[in-house]
Structures are given as structure tokens and as C-alpha cells.
């Protein structure tokens, strides 16, 4: 809660020991706490102990207390005492309590001000919404500001409250330039996060948030950066700009248009046309495919876009009732001897009700366009791959040879 600075508040209690004081009311023209507190607000305050004639007796003591209903002031924390700086253990007799300021707030008030000015503007253009500024008035010509967290302290320019005004608390080191929000979650909660713009989350380790409405959850590493309510889910992932993208898969991007969806897959860059009118995401987009593998003998191997052998998700995997036309290059370089061969092809693929569904449509067209004579064993070919639903690359190389191989391709999307 907040620490309440107020006027001739005094009042008097007849506590003893060193627990809470319950306060018995405000001495003769002045004013009790719970004039000016709420339940939880903090306050500094002088306690001394008086005799019956209204005269101090020997013990006080200098704090910051809690305030609750019901007139209890809680000791929080004793900055000086008669008891060597503790809290005194109260005897019977009377104590007056005042609202004040400690030496330790005094001390505060002008640290770290000398080479800052303090203005408020009131005039056109902030005669409606005044502005408060913070001016460097010392140092050499050009001089830095930096506003600088402690340890691994966020920098943000709302306090956490745990309600959607000021959100729920920062990660440690995190950025959060947020200042509105639907949500208490919409913040940078998350370690090393960043949050620029307005109801946006980043609550995954490095996440980045910048715009509207986007959401960059685990795993870690994942951005959007612009466009209105995106959905980073995928390792290093990220999505530029658009409406209403979902990037799931690992280190694939989607990159404007509106509805696209990663489909979970490895790499996979989507793009899409702005104005679709299909309300559903990954229905119709294109895509972006770059595939890798290294073979060592002539067992056929499908290409993933991991480097890894093709599986569910680094491989052209369509979703039910959908259809991928998809047109690239694969290319083969034997590394010992710099021996290469490359390939163009192009495959209308589509899947029914499951994986198993799944087919080419038609010949696919693999066309060889150029290869060394050390090469002429080296093959691709195109199939369905009826396991994981998808278009499966697989190429075929050499006994005792390593072989680099490497395809791009460029696919366009549709689904029911």
C-alpha cells in the first residue's frame, strides 16, 4: 500500500511490551491516523513515552509503522530508539505517537538531484494533460540518462499490483514500457523479457513483446514484434507484424498477412495474404521451407528441416482435408572431393481424413540441372509420407561417401 506524508496527526496508547500499538484516540486538535490511512498504508512516526502531566519520560523511538483498521499501528521497522536502536519494551503509562518525517526520508529527499531538474509544463500543447519532465542539467555537453535498476531488478513504468492497473510483478532484469492492459498477466514476467506497447505478455525466459495484444509464452526465446494479437509458442520463434499469426514451432517465423499458423513445424517461415477472409488460422498461406541431412551410404534418408531425418515436424506436413502445392531445389556436394549435383521438383500433394490419407496428386516432376560425373549414382525422389502426412524428400546417396544435402522450397497452402 502506500506511505501516507499528513498533517497534525498525534495520538496517544497505553500498549506495553514490543508488539503492535493499538492507539487510543487523538489528543485534543489533532487528527488520528485513520483520518488519512487505509488499512496497510505505512507511516513514519516519533513514539515517546509521557508522564502524567503530558511530559516526555525518558523512552521514545523513531520508525516506519503499519497502519490497520481497528487503530493498530504495527512496528514494521525502528530506524532509532532508546534502546540502542531496537524496539523498546514498553512498561505501563502513557505514549504519544506522531505522523512526521524520519532523518532517514529527510536524508532521501535530495539524493540524487543535483544534476536533475524537476518541471511541470502546463501550457499548449499539455494545458489538457500536463507534463511532468526530468531534465540533465549538469555534466558535459551531450550527457546520458539512465534510470538503472538494482541487480536484477526490471525496469518498468508501473508498480505491480497484482490487478490489471499495474499488472502482476516483473521478472528479474525484464523491460516492461506497458501501460495498459485488459489482464494483470500482460506484463514481462518472465526473466530477461521485454514488453513495449499495450495488453501484450511475455511470460517465457527472453520473451519479446512489442506491439498489441501479442503473446510470447514458453519455451524461451520466442518474439513478436508488431501487428495486433499474435502467438509465439515456438522455441526462438517469432513473428513480424500481421494479424492473428501463430508461431509454434521451433525457430520458424510468420512473417504479415493475417491467420497463418506454424503447424508446429520445424523452420517454417509462413506469409499471407493481408486481407483473407477465412477467420481461422493456417487455413490459406505460403510457406517457406529449407531442408538438411547428411548421408554416408545409399540407404534412401528423408530430408528435415532440423538436419535430421524427416519426421512429423520438420518435414511439408499438411493438416486434415488440405492440399500443398510445393515447387524447390535440392543440391548434393560431396565434401571429400567437391563433387555436386542439383535438382529441381514439384509435387501437388493433398491428405484426407488422417496421415494415412495422405498423397501426390499426378507425377511429381524431378528434373536434374546439373551434376559431376563422380555424382551420376546420387537421387531424389518425392513420396507421400503416409505416417506423420506429409511430403517426405528423400534422397539417396553413396556408400562411403559423405554427402551434404540441402533443399529450399516454396510451398502455398490450403486447408478446408
Not at 39 to 54: K, S
Not at 268 to 284: E, I, S, W, Y
Request: some cysteine.
Amino acid at each position: 500500500m502506500a506511505e501516507i506524508t499528513a498533517d497534525r496527526v498525534y495520538e496517544t496508547s497505553t500498549t506495553t511490551g514490543t508488539g503492535s500499538y493499538t492507539l487510543a484516540g487523538p489528543i485534543s486538535g489533532y487528527r488520528a491516523f485513520s483520518a488519512v490511512c487505509a488499512n496497510g498504508d505505512t507511516v513514519r512516526c516519533y513514539v515517546e513515552e509521557v508522564d502524567a502531566n503530558g511530559v516526555p519520560n525518558g523512552g521514545w523511538e523513531v520508525g516506519i509503522y503499519t497502519w490497520g483498521t481497528g487503530g493498530v499501528l504495527a512496528r514494521t521497522t525502528i530506524e532509532a530508539s532508546s534502546n540502542a536502536g531496537a524496539a523498546v519494551s514498553w512498561s505501563a503509562g502513557t505514549r504519544r505517537i506522531g505522523l512526521g518525517v524520519t532523518a532517514s526520508k529527510l536524508a532521501s529527499f535530495g539524493a540524487g538531484l543535483a544534476f536533475t531538474t524537476e518541471a511541470l509544463s502546463t501550457a499548449s500543447p499539455n494545458a489538457t494533460v500536463n507534463v511532468v519532465s526530468l531534465s540533465v542539467t549538469s555534466g558535459t555537453t551531450n550527457v546520458d540518462l539512465a534510470l538503472a535498476p538494482k541487480g536484477t531488478g526490471a525496469l518498468t513504468v508501473q508498480v505491480a499490483d497484482n490487478a490489471t492497473t499495474g499488472g502482476n510483478k516483473r521478472g528479474s532484469a525484464a523491460l516492461d514500457l506497458q501501460t495498459k492492459r485488459t489482464a494483470s498477466t500482460q506484463v514481462a514476467s518472465a526473466q530477461d523479457s521485454i514488453v513495449i506497447g499495450q495488453r501484450c505478455t511475455a511470460s517465457a525466459t527472453g520473451a519479446i513483446a512489442i506491439g498489441d495484444t501479442h503473446t510470447v509464452s514458453s519455451p524461451s526465446y520466442g518474439s513478436a514484434l508488431g501487428g495486433f494479437t499474435n502467438t509465439v509458442t515456438g522455441y526462438n520463434g517469432c513473428s513480424i507484424g500481421g494479424l492473428r499469426n501463430t508461431v509454434d514451432g521451433l525457430s520458424a517465423i510468420a512473417l504479415g498477412g493475417r491467420w497463418q499458423s506454424g503447424r508446429g513445424i520445424t523452420g517454417l517461415v509462413t506469409f499471407g495474404a493481408a486481407g483473407t477472409t477465412v477467420a481461422a488460422a493456417g487455413k490459406r498461406q505460403g510457406e517457406l521451407y529449407a531442408f538438411a541431412v547428411t548421408t554416408t551410404d545409399a540407404t534412401p534418408t528423408s530430408m528435415g528441416t532440423d538436419g535430421a531425418s524427416g519426421g512429423n515436424d520438420n518435414q511439408a506436413i499438411l493438416t486434415n482435408s488440405s492440399v500443398m502445392m510445393i515447387s524447390g531445389v535440392v543440391m548434393a556436394r560431396q565434401n571429400a572431393t567437391g563433387d555436386a549435383k542439383g535438382w529441381t521438383f514439384s509435387a501437388l500433394v493433398k491428405r484426407g481424413a488422417n496421415a494415412a490419407a495422405t498423397s501426390i496428386v499426378g507425377s511429381p516432376t524431378v528434373t536434374v540441372t546439373g551434376a559431376d560425373s563422380g555424382a551420376s549414382a546420387w537421387t531424389i525422389a518425392l513420396t507421400a509420407d503416409t505416417t506423420n502426412g506429409g511430403l517426405a524428400i528423400r534422397v539417396t546417396g553413396e556408400a562411403s561417401k559423405s554427402l551434404t544435402w540441402q533443399a529450399t522450397a516454396m510451398a502455398g497452402f490450403c486447408s478446408a
